[in-house]
């Protein structure tokens, strides 16, 4: 047989719980990791959604996807979620923890207590509880991956997203811990995503002229993402094909924002 260079992407035989992936870039994710051929479970705080976004996903491709609701804040929702899982796919070899976001904060003094715990509980926390609650399945199987959603704003100055940039940067060292602390069980990874144009920027504060202005950044490539330039990031860290790799962050955001200091 001919040698097939594809096939340490496939995910026949992975068992997936994605978090946030009713739509935008879980979505695109829960497409190509059943696409690869991977039985997925979408977790979403809009459980219609969730359950209509993976119909859409199993019709188009084929494959097994499922959805449910789940507030992954909530440690007794995170536990239905993990049970559903392994009752309906036989166990769980890879987690993706999809979800996030943060509001805007333009004024850098004004950010209360409460702004930074809720932007810890939704974008640091809940990925440490749903790795925790996994872990046990994803010490029984090959191939065991945890892959994080992380942001280019934990890495570069986001001074008005302080609260969720300061939380992805402790998902980031989560990542990294976790990757150490699981050493020879599970691979632990973070893709940081650049702008992929959302309705969820508008709910963060974003006005339309921003948003215009976003679709053509001053990054390398010269232009925003979609959940698809993101999505092929995670099916490398979650499949085969990246086995020899843990502990890692990939940048995915068009080569980022170009810093010029004479123009
Ligand atoms: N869009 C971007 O430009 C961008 C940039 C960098 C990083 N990211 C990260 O990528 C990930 C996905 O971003 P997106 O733009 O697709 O987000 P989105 O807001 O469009 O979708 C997030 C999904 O998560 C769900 N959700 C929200 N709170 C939840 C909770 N408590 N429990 C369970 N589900 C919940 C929502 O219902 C929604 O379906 C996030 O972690 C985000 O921080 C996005």
Redesign the pocket.
Known sequence: MAFDAFGDFRMTGHTVVL?????????GIAKTLVGAGAKLMI????GE??KATAADIAKETGGECLGMA????KADQIDAVVGATVKAFGGISTLVN?????GRHDDPTAISDEDFIASYK??TI?AYRMSMACLPYLKLAKNATITN?????SAAAAYDILA?GTA?AALNQMMISLAHLLAKQVRVNSV??????????A?AGIDEAMQEKLKNPDNLVGR??S?ED?ANAFLYFCSPASRWVSGQIVNVHGGGNVVRLFN
């Open positions: 978090t946030g992936g009713a739509q935008n870039i879980g979505a977790a979403d705080l809009n959604k969730a789940c507030d992954v804040t999809n979800v996030g976001w943060g939704l974008n809940s959603s992380g942001s280019m704003s969720y992805k940081l995503i650049g702008t992929v144009l959302t309705p969820g920027y709910d925003a993402g959940p993101v």
